[in-house]
């Protein structure tokens, strides 16, 4: 199971830190008990280029499981930056994932399974950002038609509710996007952490 950290930390900045990385040591999404740290793994981001990232691990003695921690700009399951993932998904409001592949050099088909799977996940997506944007203090946003178009904006209410309440700690939308939908933004069979309440 993956489990979000809201890093400021840049990829570069990040992947220079190596091992000398200082990840918190967080509790278990399951039964809530502090976890121990359960070394390391190496992952590939990419970000124009190809880079290797050390993912830290940990694990929870009661539950007999591990985590990998990942910074907010990794999306699980997905070699691409989500800097790279949530603009592209932005710019397929009108359906066209060729162009927007285009315009970042990465495969059509990539570029087309993101549009798909966020398509498929938006309703639940959208759900879960108007809940936070109520558990946060704000009224639930009117959301347009069409389901990309309503996830964005509910997503951007979320973020802007999240951003007036805490700051520029919330970091960058699809950063705080990812880290709501604990990274499972875009997975194939693996729902965000609020989904089963």
Known sequence: MAIVWPTALGVEQYAAAGRDIDVPRLRCPGCKEPMSYWGWYQRDLRVGRSRALLVRRQRCKPCATSHAVLPSFVAHGRLDAI????PALEAMVDGHA????????????TVRDWRR???????????????????????????????????????GSAWRTARRRFGGAVGRLWRFANALA??????????????ST
């Open 98 to 109: 060729r162009r927007a592949a285009d315009v970042l050099d990465l495969p059509y088909e």
């Open 117 to 155: 799977r966020f398509v498929a996940r938006a309703e639940m997506l959208a759900l879960g950002a108007v809940r936070a944007c109520v558990a946060l203090g704000a009224p639930a946003p009117r959301l347009p038609k069409g389901p990309v178009a309503a996830v964005l904006a509910a997503l």
């Open 182 to 195: 604990g990274g499972h933004l875009l997975t194939t069979n693996i729902h965000p952490p609020w989904s």
């Open 83 to 86: 800097g790279v993932i949530g």
